[in-house]
Every structure is written in structure tokens, then in C-alpha cells.
């Protein structure tokens, strides 16, 4: 444990993160004594661990298909159209006057006002000798049950022409057993479909290592993170990166500890939200039971996977709108557990105190401009090719300066960049540091001078040449360098002194280590350092968007959050995210306010976002790009219009009046008129003033190209463990 809290998952190494454990790379593992299956490990004097009963419940729990964002665990499938339903007093009315009329006409048959035809069946179907026998008993029995027959018939045509199917389903013991949230019973899974015996296993020929986590999850010493890394790791077997008798040893040794994520850890320590592992879901809150909302959602969970994440998520809310809180935690909590399961790895990026989780919580955690943090952070994002990591400088220094169109100051600040950091990787054999670079770009004598002799002296001859260019571009009007270097200056102050080291003395972090399930938590110094954080956000951002569409393996799901996006959005940013889709990697930015994105910029992120999130207390000018965003469609309009009725005889004359003294309203006819037309899904105004507190508007678009229309979602909701 490292004096902030931090884990170091690999010692003194530059990159802290090692290639993920397979089921071969078990070992080295701490030697313990061995027990037998199922057999708990407990620190002497701890409680005995509970047994196994609620993980096998949750795992064997119901998880049907369902649309985007639906909440699957225990969901019940609704129809896509609400059912018609009739109002409780004309339904109970219908069905006591039906009742009425049934008994009525049973009176009537029984005390032959009717006359005597309705026993005319009985005396052609059956023989004399059983109605005029002089068996008592048998006659009652015969007459009664054809009486019975009778009146069962008459409440059947009754019963269906008051609906006393509906009454019983809406008031009767079920319907109360629904109120009072009394759980389900489900019947246990036949054993060739139990998720708790692994029968992917079994029919794979593993049988002993489906024995031992069978057992382990009996006894309880498996949790939820367990199950969905061994099933990552089986994954990685039916692809070929694991052997199948490698995994089978790995499992059979240590049961549920098998294939261990580096850190060795195998949950969180304190969760805040609902999760799913089996379907890889965190739950945000409730779909609110709204007219505005489809009726397949109505009331359901609302939740987010890497499947719709991946598509890339924008929200957009005022400060205290809940967008850290309900949001970006949940969802860092939720991509912290996927990485455990070696499933994802991900980034999170906020301001010192954001809330944005502890930090046992993470495998890194790099606190820029404090003076305890472990890991530094690579400027150059971990690359050796001096275009790449001028790229990725210039997109961070100077990002929000281009215009969004082509040719803009962002590729010239790039080769600026480039002139600059080729030559002297080939002297020194890495890049400068922050002042070193500020030094050249300002075009000091000494330090061009002594970068020139040392290319000379080396033999780069060749590389004179970008060093000749960058000093005759400095003498011209307009060069960015000088506009580099004011940017660059920001970074170069005494609270960074220790960040951004290039001498190999620190241990930097680079997002290269995101082919791994690595869990990161950067920490920006937003106060007194605010222009600085937005350099460095969107340089984590470009070293991002670069590293993940270079990745070999594309299996494991990449994400950045960041929390507050101010001054991130840029061109290169928006075309950057509408990559990652096809990467398997996904982004979830925050706004204030869409002010803060360039207006020729608002639309393109809003298109390259595949899930938009509007939270309550936008402005109307934010809700007018989100409206035109999400559309119109057609609804059904009713037109209702009420016209006097002008009575022309006396009798009707004196009957209006007596009318209009009782109701206090002349007499009219009302006519309806239904017709079709388009309207917004969501108006600006309606995102400005009807979203509850608490609340939020969301649309969902998944990697498969599923579409949710926007939602209103209650937030408040979403917290808590079950």
C-alpha cells in the first residue's frame, strides 16, 4: 500500500501495469495449505461466512432480452402498446350491474315467469324412468346439477360481459401479493441449464474444474466478480489464448480465486450502486411512469452496459444536477468491477475531490501537482515516434484554439511540434521535458544552438533540416510556437516541477497500458490551475482516442469518463470519438452547458454521441440542440370542440334552463376529432421547465445500432445495493 492508498500492481516499473492473468499465469501465487473444495479461507477469529444460497439465487435469477437500457435482472416483459384499461369506477359498475342482470335472469328462470322451455334439454336427452323414478336422491342429483349447469352458463355470459376477469387480476389476492413486492417463486433450473453447475464446462470435458467452482459457489465463497472473470478467462480459451488444460489446472487449484486480475483483488471495497455482472449492467434509476415515455418502459429500471457505452455517452446538466453523483460514479464503479473480471479496462478524470470513488477503487491513481502522488503522467502518452507524440502535444496545447475546419492552426502546430522533438529524441534519446520544450519553441540561442551541434556531432545531419525550418518560421508573422510556448507555460510552474519527468526518475503513466484491465483515476488540479487542467484533460483524451484504435487485442472493452468536459471538445475530439465505436472503446463526457462546446462543434458531438443525457434545470437555448437532435414524431391528436345546442320547441327551451340552473353551463354537444400529426419528442421548453428535479432525459443508441427514444429517468432511485 502506497502512502496515498494507491496499490503498486508492479513495483518500480515504468508502466504499472502488467499484461492481464490468463489461466496460465496463475503462478507465482503465495503458498497456502491445502483444503479441500469448498472449504472457506478464514483469518482466525473472523464470523463464519454465510452460505452460498443468495449468489446461486442471483445467478440462476431470470435475465430475459430486452431494449436498450432496460434493467434485465427479474424483468418482466411488457407489451410494446399500452393495453387498454378501463377506469376502476366504470369497471366495477359494469361488473356489479352485470351481476344484477345474472340474478335477475336466474329469478325469473327459477320462478317460471319465463316459462318452463329452459328444461326442455333435460326431458329430450335424458330417459323418464331417471326424472320419475322414486329415488329421491336421484332426481335432486339430476335436477340440481342441470339447474347448476344453468347458472354456471348465465355467470359465464355475465361474468365475460362485466369483466370479471379483469376486476379479479386488478383487485384480487395476486394483485395485493404484487403490491405488498412479495418475491417470486422460481422453480429451480434443470441441472443441464443451471448456471450454478457451469454446464459450459461439463459439455467442454472440464469436468472436475465445474465440480470445484460448484461447489464453491455452494458454500459461498464465490461472489459475482468471481464468476464473470472465469467465465472472461473460458472466453479466452474457446479463442485460443488459453489452453484448455491451463485454465482447468487454474481452476481445479484455486476455485474461485482463479485467473486473478494483477492487482489480486476480487471485488471493490464499498459499492454505491446496483450491478449485474452476468449482463454487465449498472443501475442509474426507474423510468419515470410518464405519457412521454413508450409503454415498454414505463416503470423499469433503467441501466447502462459497455454495450451502450461503447457508442459513447454526453451529458449535459448544471452544477448540483446530480451528474457526478447519479453518473459518472456508478458508472466507474461498474467499469472497476468489469476490470477485476478482466473485462475492461478504464480512466476516470475529475477534479481533487470529486467524489468519483476511493482510492483502493483503482490500480492507479495519479494526483497531478501533489506532492505524495505515485505515478506521474507521460506527456508524450508512452509513444516513440516524434510524430505521433506531437500529434497528440498539439492537440492538447492548442486543441481549442483551431477552427473546425480543415487546415486549421492544429496541423501546423503539430509539425511545429514535430520539428522540434524528432531532433532532439535523436540526441537524447527520449523528448524533452516541459521546460526544455519551452526553451525551444521560444527560440532561445542556447538551447537551439546546442541541439544543432549535438545533430552535427551525431551524424543526424538529415535532421538539420527540421531545425533550419522551425528557425525560419520563427522570424514570419503568426508562428504558433510563440502561441505553444504561452500554452506550454502553463505547465511549467513550481506545481508541476515534479510531473512530466522524460529522465526515467519517475513512474509515469501511459494509456498504453490500456490493453490490460487496468482501473485509473487521474486527478486534475482544477483549483488555481484551471486552464491547466483543461491541457491536461484533453491531452488524456487525445492519448486516449490514439491508444485504444491501435490495440491488438480489441476484446477488452476501453473507457475514458470524464467528468467535467469544459474546453475538451475540439475537432480532432469529435472525429477522435466517432472512431472508438468500431474500437471497442467508448467515452462519457459531462457539460455544464453546451456553451461551453464552439457552436460550429454542438451538432457533431451531439451526432458522434450515440447516448445524449439531459438533466434537469437546462436552459432552453441547451434544450433547443437536444430537441432538434432527438427529432419529431407522429402522434395522435384529439380535438375536442363543444357547441351549444339551441332548443327550438318550448318543452326543450324549459328544459335547457332547468339544466343550466342545476350544472350552471348552457347546453352543449361535444365533438371529437382525431387526426395525425408530427411533433417534437421532447421541446425545448419541455427540457427547460418540465424535467423533475432529480430527473433526467436520455436517449440510448447500442454498438449492434438499437435505438431507445429519449426517456425521462428517475435518478434518485439508482443507489443501493440489493
Known amino acids: 500500500m502506497d502512502s496515498d492508498g494507491t496499490r503498486d500492481p508492479r513495483g518500480t516499473h515504468a508502466h504499472p501495469v502488467p499484461r492481464p492473468a490468463g489461466p496460465q499465469d496463475a503462478g507465482p501465487v503465495p503458498p497456502r495449505p491445502s483444503l479441500p473444495p469448498g472449504t472457506p479461507h478464514l483469518p482466525p477469529g473472523a464470523p463464519p461466512r454465510p452460505d452460498g444460497s443468495a449468489f446461486v439465487s442471483w445467478l440462476r435469477a431470470p435475465r430475459p432480452e430486452a431494449a436498450p437500457g432496460v434493467w434485465r435482472f427479474r424483468y418482466t416483459p411488457r407489451p410494446a402498446e399500452e393495453p387498454e384499461r378501463i377506469p376502476a369506477r366504470q369497471l366495477l359498475s359494469g361488473a356489479l350491474i352485470a351481476f344484477l342482470v345474472g340474478w335477475l335472469l336466474w329469478s325469473l328462470l327459477w320462478n317460471g315467469y319465463l316459462g318452463g322451455w329452459w328444461v326442455v334439454p333435460l326431458e329430450l336427452f335424458t330417459p323418464d324412468s331417471w326424472r320419475h323414478s322414486d329415488d329421491r336422491v336421484g332426481n335432486a342429483v339430476l335436477w340440481y346439477t342441470y339447474y347448476t349447469l344453468i347458472a354456471l352458463a348465465i355467470m359465464l355470459v355475465v361474468g365475460r360481459l362485466g369483466r370479471w376477469g379483469e376486476v379479479w387480476r386488478r383487485y384480487g389476492p395476486r394483485a395485493w401479493t404484487r403490491a405488498a413486492g412479495a418475491p417470486a417463486v422460481e422453480r429451480p433450473p434443470v441441472p443441464e441449464q443451471d448456471p450454478a453447475q457451469w454446464p459450459y464446462l461439463r459439455a467442454a470435458g472440464a469436468q472436475e474444474a ?3 467452482l460448484a461447489a464453491e459457489a455452494r458454500a459461498g465463497l464465490m461472489g459475482d466478480v468471481d464468476q464473470a472473470r472465469i467465465a472472461r478467462a473460458w472466453q479466452g480459451v474457446r479463442s485460443g489464448r488459453h489452453t484448455m488444460a491451463s485454465f482447468s489446472a487454474s481452476v481445479v487449484k484455486d476455485g474461485a480465486a482463479a485467473c486473478p486480475h494483477p492487482s489480486g483483488e476480487r471485488d471493490l471495497p464499498a459499492r454505491h ?3 449485474d455482472l452476468v449482463t454487465g449492467q449498472v443501475r442509474l434509476g426507474t423510468t419515470a411512469d410518464d405519457p412521454r415515455n413508450p409503454y415498454l418502459y414505463r416503470g423499469t429500471g433503467l441501466a447502462l452496459g459497455p454495450e451502450l457505452l461503447g457508442t459513447s455517452l454526453l451529458a449535459v446538466g448544471p452544477a448540483g444536477s446530480g451528474k457526478t453523483g447519479a453518473l459518472v460514479r456508478p458508472l466507474a464503479e461498474s467499469l472497476c468491477l468489469h476490470a477485476l ?9 475529475g ?11 483503482y490500480d492507479v491513481v495519479v494526483r497531478i501537482a501533489h506532492p505524495e502522488s505515485v505515478y506521474d503522467l507521460d506527456l508524450y502518452g508512452g509513444t516513440s515516434d516524434p510524430d505521433e507524440a506531437a500529434a497528440i502535444l498539439a492537440e492538447a496545447l492548442v486543441g481549442d484554439l483551431a477552427d473546425p475546419h480543415p487546415g486549421s492552426d492544429s496541423r501546423r502546430s503539430t509539425t511545429v511540434l514535430a520539428q522540434l522533438l524528432g531532433p532532439f529524441r535523436a540526441v537524447h534519446g527520449r523528448f524533452p521535458s516541459v521546460p526544455e520544450l519551452r ?12 541541439l544543432r551541434k549535438a545533430l552535427t556531432d551525431t551524424g543526424h545531419e538529415s535532421l538539420l533540416r527540421e531545425l533550419d525550418a522551425r528557425e525560419r518560421q520563427m522570424g514570419h508573422p503568426g508562428d504558433v510556437g510563440s502561441v505553444l510556448a504561452d500554452r506550454l507555460a502553463l505547465l511549467d510552474r513550481p506545481a508541476f516541477a515534479g ?6 526518475q519517475t513512474r509515469p503513466f501511459s494509456l498504453k497500458a490500456l490493453d490490460h484491465p487496468v482501473r485509473v483515476r487521474i486527478d486534475l488540479p482544477e483549483r488555481g490551475h484551471a486552464d491547466a487542467s483543461r491541457i491536461l484533460a484533453r491531452l488524456v483524451l487525445a492519448q486516449f482516442t490514439t491508444s485504444v484504435t491501435v490495440r491488438d487485442d480489441r476484446s477488452l472493452f476501453a473507457c475514458l469518463l470524464l467528468d467535467d468536459a469544459t474546453g475538451v471538445v475540439t475537432p480532432e475530439a469529435v472525429r477522435a470519438v466517432q472512431r472508438l465505436r468500431s474500437a471497442n472503446a467508448g467515452v462519457a463526457l459531462t457539460l455544464r452547458t453546451l456553451d461551453d462546446v464552439p457552436r460550429p462543434l454542438r451538432g457533431p458531438l451531439l451526432g458522434a454521441a450515440g447516448c445524449r443525457m439531459a438533466f434537469s434545470g437546462l436552459t432552453p437555448w441547451d434544450g433547443q440542440d437536444f430537441a432538434e437532435v432527438w427529432g419529431k414524431e407522429w402522434i395522435e391528436a384529439r380535438d375536442v370542440t363543444d357547441r351549444q345546442i ?3 320547441t318550448p318543452a326543450g327551451k324549459a328544459l335547457h334552463a332547468v339544466r343550466q340552473v342545476i350544472t350552471g353551463k348552457a347546453p352543449t354537444a361535444r365533438a371529437v376529432t382525431v387526426r395525425q400529426v408530427e411533433r417534437e419528442r421532447w421541446s425545448a421548453s419541455e427540457l427547460a421547465h418540465g424535467v423533475p428535479p432529480g430527473h433526467a432525459v436520455l436517449s440510448l443508441t447500442s454498438v449492434k445500432g438499437e435505438h431507445a427514444p429519449p426517456l425521462l429517468v428517475d435518478l434518485r432511485g ?3 445495493r440489493v
Open 210 to 212: 465445474a465440480d470445484r
Open 273 to 275: 450502486a446496483r450491478h
Open 341 to 349: 473480471a478482466g473485462r475492461a479496462s478504464v480512466v476516470v478524470v
Open 351 to 361: 477534479a481533487a475531490g470529486a467524489g468519483l470513488g476511493p482510492a483502493d477503487s
Open 439 to 450: 526553451r525551444l519553441l521560444d527560440g532561445a540561442p542556447g538551447p537551439m544552438a546546442a
Open 499 to 504: 510531473f512530466f519527468d522524460t529522465s526515467g
Open 646 to 648: 339551441i332548443a327550438e
Open 718 to 720: 439508482g443507489a443501493g
